[in-house]
């Protein structure tokens, strides 16, 4: 399986990171091992002293494909759940000013935590799904998909114009805003609607 993420998905977020709104999907991938299951806590690794946290909304793909029409986009998922993308942005910072990759900083060991997912049965329309992410209790993002730039179906077109599609891919839809740094002894709780799925402890 891979992980595919959207970048710069949600407006108030580009415009909290002083980017360039896209006129199409901004991608990047994490391998298999930045995978956390089973709300495993997360090691704060020691080549980086600023880890944030962007809570996303996540599709797990059932069944291959590529060059998929975005008007069959919906048949190629099944269900939906949520992840944090953990960020090193000391390190993407640096390579983003010497106009370097930072592969580094999104797909370190650990970086995405990722809850169960539940069918997309369970949504009476995914264009309208509310996520949040506590930090210690308190709020610090809050999103719908209604504000994405680009659509659930709208991704998954695109994406397969590049890779092939396979059963058990993940991808990360983009964050709200809100994004912020985490310490050791936090604990960060992830909902979809008022359903409780993800809980992840910085150790």
């Given at each position: 399986m891979k992980i595919l993420a959207v970048g710069r998905n949600y407006t108030?977020?580009?415009?909290?990171?002083?980017?360039?709104?896209p006129d199409e999907p901004v991608i990047f991938t994490k391998p298999d091992t930045a995978l956390l299951k089973k709300?495993?806590?997360f090691y704060y690794p020691d080549f980086s002293n600023d880890i944030h946290f962007?809570?996303?909304?996540?599709?797990?793909?059932?069944?291959?494909g590529k060059n998929i029409a975005e008007k069959f986009a919906a048949d190629y998922y099944d269900r939906i759940g949520i992840g944090i993308d953990f960020t090193a942005r000391d390190l993407q910072t640096k390579a983003r000013e010497k106009g370097l990759p930072w592969a580094i900083a999104k797909g370190f060991n650990g970086s995405?935590?990722?809850?169960?997912?539940?069918?997309?049965t369970?949504?009476?329309?995914?264009?309208?799904?509310?996520?949040?992410?506590?930090?210690?209790?308190?709020v610090r993002q809050e999103g719908n998909t209604g504000l994405m730039l680009f659509n659930f179906e709208q991704i998954i077109a695109y994406l397969?114009?590049?890779f092939t599609?396979?059963?058990?891919?993940?991808?990360?839809?983009g964050t709200p805003k809100g994004?912020?740094?985490?310490?050791?002894?936090?604990?960060?709780?992830?909902?979809?609607?008022?359903?409780?799925?993800?809980?992840?402890?910085?150790?």
């Open positions: 108030e977020h580009i415009a909290e990171m002083n980017n360039e709104r709300d495993a806590p962007e809570t996303e909304i996540l599709l797990r793909i059932c069944k291959e995405a935590p990722i809850s169960d997912f539940l069918p997309t369970t949504f009476a329309d995914k264009g309208n799904i509310n996520f949040r992410l506590e930090l210690d209790g308190q397969s114009k590049f599609l396979k059963q058990g891919d993940i991808i990360f839809t994004v912020g740094p985490i310490q050791v002894g936090n604990q960060l709780v992830a909902y979809i609607e008022d359903q409780k799925m993800l809980s992840c402890e910085v150790k």
